[in-house]
T-cell receptor, first 113, second 114 residues
Framework: GENVEQHPSTLSVQEGDSAVIKCTYS??????FPWYKQELGKRPQLIID?????GEKKDQRIAVTLNKTAKHFSLHITETQPEDSAVYFC????????????FGSGTRLQVQP | GAVVSQHPSRVICKSGTSVKIECRSL??????MFWYRQFPKKSLMLMAT?????????EQGVEKDKFLINHASLTLSTLTVTSAHPEDSSFYIC??????????FGSGTRLTVV
């Protein structure tokens, strides 16, 4: 099955700086790579996703890059704000409709004002 | 967008009792429902995949007799934690795949076994 590794486990940045979180996956059949933000006791919230037919996707301050050859993908947050502080999870799946997401171990991002 | 309603949001039960958690897809048909468990400060770990009208598929190490999953209709899947013990205390969350919205999550259930 799929195995997703995520680094770093914690990340502290100053407000306004950029943050980068990296993930690698093992299953070459995976073709859907979402990123989630989770606040304590809440459901994961999708912040951005990418499919294997593109290498990069951007939505305002958030971007995701994908390198299928190397089997890794990254989340980039620019101009970080205190409200970006949360736990972020990457995930991967061969999106057949019947395969679950496999999650990374999570990154606790703290943005210092 | 797609909505999955999960109930209850919090439950406290006595050791040895059973607890049922429901997930309903409100505006789409969820052929497949995924059940995850999340321990504090940990990631979401897949417990089982339930398919409407057939037996659930459990991940390695998950006791199927302890975590009973029923997916009797295209809009309802239930997880019953039988003979709950304190080590079953966790955050349980369901998820369904709904094109084109992607994977939709329930709001989660915080189970505390005392």
């Amino acid at each position: 099955g799929e195995n997703v590794e995520q680094h770093p486990s914690t990340l502290s940045v100053q407000e306004g700086d950029s943050a980068v979180i990296k993930c690698t996956y093992s299953d070459s059949a995976s073709n859907y790579f979402p990123w989630y933000k989770q606040e304590l006791g809440k459901r994961p919230q999708l912040i951005i996703d990418i499919r294997s037919n593109v290498g990069e996707k951007k939505d305002q301050r958030i971007a995701v890059t994908l390198n299928k050859t190397a089997k890794h993908f990254s989340l980039h947050i620019t101009e970080t704000q205190p409200e970006d502080s949360a736990v972020y999870f990457c995930a991967a799946t061969p999106d057949t409709g019947r395969r679950a997401l496999t999650f990374g171990s999570g990154t606790r991002l703290q943005v210092q004002p | 967008g797609a909505v999955v309603s999960q109930h209850p949001s919090r439950v406290i039960c006595k050791s040895g009792t059973s607890v049922k958690i429901e997930c309903r897809s409100l505006d789409f048909q969820a052929t497949t429902m995924f059940w995850y468990r999340q321990f504090p400060k940990k990631s979401l770990m897949l417990m089982a995949t339930s398919n409407e009208g057939s037996k659930a598929t459990y991940e390695q190490g998950v006791e199927k007799d302890k975590f009973l999953i029923n997916h009797a209709s295209l809009t309802l899947s239930t997880l019953t934690v039988t003979s709950a013990h304190p080590e079953d205390s966790s955050f349980y969350i369901c998820s369904a795949r709904d094109r084109p919205y992607g994977y939709t999550f329930g709001s989660g259930t915080r189970l505390t076994v005392v």
